[in-house]
């Protein structure tokens, strides 16, 4: 029997989970049972679960049917715990290292009934703050039961930053109940039948506020659920505290506080619910209010509390609006002047987007304008296939103009015809985000295609890397992502990654990448023809040098001399070398040229590269992931693996699970290199992780997604011109 069992209801947290699961497996405390309940998890949770369970036997899944809600889950979690004491986590937060040691042998000393711990706020935002409780820890007494030491109920009321002994549990015979505030009959249940609580001053739980899901941030009825809640609880504490009356004022004074504070949360109720959820508190206030009166706050929280006991909801309005009013006085600052050509230009994109959406235009762009490439391409074309009645139309920088395919329509950025397509187009469709002044209009689809599987942390996952972060501003980026309506995901562990970086209400198409299509169909004389192309000698090896950039350095840097490389490999030998897009000025659709080292980095469509080449060597570029649907060796050169996974935070360790044969060092490579020993198994297992979508269709199945196209029906052919836009644009 463990001494801890800690329960863990999971539903909808496939981007959490992972590390609230490993926070407590790897702990050097090993006497822990964990009970995970699947409630019907919709996403990849189960399988998470399924997962670690074959790696450590204390982790004991319990799968429902389907969904209960946390608080049911709890129970059907406790039915199965086994330890002394029950610690119930949610599935989004993580224990800090070393708390399960601190609290056993904290429960070893005192004997408590009930050990409270305290914990950190780590927001979305990447601020981390610490709890209140500290203060309130360091006057508690040793041991103490509730009703002698009263401020023990302002302490945040949740189950989370309790460890409750299992027999009391059970001979109090609890259960949460289903819906929202289910903490509360069992934070001040616990509390008032405890003989002997005790806490531990120490930060135990990483409490993730999460920007979505969190009943804490959703508006809605369900937060009326917390006058049954508090209900519950008061009937709970006069039948199992030893001295009800010395409590009833402190509780009391609390649970008029939580009730404003949940009132005061434009997240929570708004609208013409404000003035019931207010009725109620009243309701609430005279019913419970002690005999004797309660200790009140002075101040504005005093006098918030003396108007829900008088029921004046119109003061207490004019009163919040007041504040509100003095509030953003106080946070208004001189913005900067843009420049009138901007002004104006942002001024005809709003009247534009007052006027009526063009029903079949797909504005394209990839790269932030830089031409004609990527996932968006590879929809263009299949969408010209599956519903010609749309017109594709590209944004592009006026120096990309050049480097655009024959019969590619485009606007160029910065003009009239690009704002009118920017507001106007019913569909956009990008690889990265469109300017941060873009509004969506309602009726309008954003498909973010993204770029590449994740081999470094994106999004909100980089909060917890900030020497890495070259846009530090996480709230923007997430305003720009909540434009999506869908995300596309190359694989289920992109799919994962994705739910954390991006917490988003868009919609997840784990189709494969679009842009993989053309490698997985791609044959033997596509590969010669592509050499021919390149003007590559028959007969040569053909390497494709292709490193990613780091964060940490302003310009190109080659880790790998090419030069040499080009000497110890010999004639017969040809290296393609691609400089990262961010070094990358200019469109030059220049020749490959000759000789044995070969400057690709302006060459536009990658995939003509990956077809022409013999073997790939990279580092951390997210071009891997493409390059292995074509079976082909890959290595890894990665002489600064620490610095790089340190700094910029990657999602597995490449070391452990790479695409191919990997080498730390230049003498490595070159062993590598000329041994062919490419690491065929690690090759496979690579393959059968991040391609298996990869089978020729995925853009196939995001245009018949995305564009709502049937097997069977295929739209009118529309055209439609106007002066301004390279070949074709919005209607004016």
Known sequence: MAVISVVVPVHGVQGYL????????????????VVAVDDASPDASGSILAEYATRDQRLHVVTLETNIGQGPARNVGLKHATGDYVWFLDADDWLAPGSLEAVAARLQETDADVLLVDWVRESWTGRVQASTAGKIYAEAPETFAMHTWTPVIDVLHVAWNKVVRRDLVDRLGFEFDPGWYEDLPYTYGVLAAAERISVLDRSCVHYRQRRLGAATRTIGEGHFAIFPAWTRTHELVEIWSA??????????????WHFLKVLANKNRVHGAKRREFYAQIHEMYQRFLPPGGHPAPSGAEGLKQKLAGQGRFRTFEALRAVNRWKSKLRKTVRQPVRSARSALWQSYYRLQLRLPADENLVLYSAYWHRGYACNPAAIYEKAGELAPGLRGVWAVHADRVSGLPPGVDYVVSGTRAYYRALARAKYLVNNVNWPDWATKRRGSVHLMTH????????????????????????????????????????????TERWASAYPCKHETLETGYPRNDRLARATPEDTAAMRERLGIPAGARVVLYAPTHREWHKESRMVLDVEDLARRLGPGHVILVRAHYFYVKGAQRAAVGAGEVRDVSHYPVVEDLYLASDVLITDYSSLMFDYAVLDRPIVIFAPDWEAYRSVRGTYFDLFEEPPGAVAATYPELLDVLGGGDFGDAARQAFRQRFCHLDDGGAAERVVRRVFAVTAGAVASRVEASVPGAGRIAVKP
């Not at 992972?18 to 049972?33: A, G, H, K, W, Y």
């Not at 972060?469 to 869908?486: S, T």
């Open 18 to 33: 992972r590390r609230c699961l490993e926070s407590i497996l790897d702990q050097s405390f090993p006497d822990v049972q």
């Open 451 to 494: 770029h590449g599987t994740p081999l470094k942390v994106m999004g909100l996952d980089q909060v917890q890397y900030p020497a890495g972060v070259k846009d530090p501003d996480f709230p923007a980026q997430m305003r720009r992502a909540d434009r999506w309506d869908f995300s596309i995901a190359a694989n289920a562990f992109t």
């Open 243 to 256: 001295e009800p009356a010395a409590v009833r004022p402190v509780l009391f004074q609390r649970m008029v």
